[in-house]
């Protein structure tokens, strides 16, 4: 999965994406976001130790304007393992209640440990900022409602307005 750790934001180690079979720094505008995770009012609730939030950089967009999300698992207990090495693949997005991407395995009961990792662990209190950037575009204005849901967990809902 790659070399590159992002342990917790006061030992901010990058952000970091994937471009073809190379993973790369994030643009400036997504560590940004990144970076103010710690002050973001709408995190997700903490359901069985860990907390899912999604970011965006603003909540208005223009039409087909890119609208990329920032994942973060938060595991804010003690008891937990951490695998901070990515970017690690999101599963189970939805945008007003419809699946986007890929769906995670029935069979997965703990859906943040990869099936193939070869990486850094954590034990927890720790935050996970390294998941794949999402990125949508809307084609026609409204209210677009984004939620990261993997097994049990979910996310804050973003609400993204289109105009």
């Avoid at 973001?40 to 609208?67: A, C, F, P, Q």
């Avoid at 950037?133 to 097994?151: D, K, L, M, N, R």
């Amino acid at each position: 999965m790659g070399n590159h750790i992002n342990s917790d934001i006061d030992g901010w180690r990058g952000l970091y994406v994937r471009k073809d079979d190379q993973i790369i720094e994030a643009r400036e505008q997504d560590v940004v976001v990144a970076k103010a995770y710690q002050e973001w009012s709408d995190k997700g609730s903490v359901i069985d130790g860990r907390r899912l939030t999604i970011m965006v950089k603003k909540h208005t967009y223009d039409v087909n304007e890119e609208v990329r999300i920032i994942h973060v698992l938060e595991a804010p207990l003690p008891g937990y393992k951490i695998y901070v090495m990515g970017p690690k693949r999101i599963f189970d997005e939805y945008v007003n209640g419809h699946l986007q991407g890929e769906e995670i395995s029935l069979d997965q009961t703990d859906p943040f440990a990869p099936a193939d990792y070869d990486g850094r662990v954590l034990d927890s209190p720790a935050t996970d900022l390294n998941f794949e950037i999402t990125t949508y575009s809307f084609a026609h204005p409204g209210v677009y409602e984004i939620c990261w849901q993997p097994g049990k967990w979910k996310s804050n809902f973003l609400k993204i307005e289109v105009l």
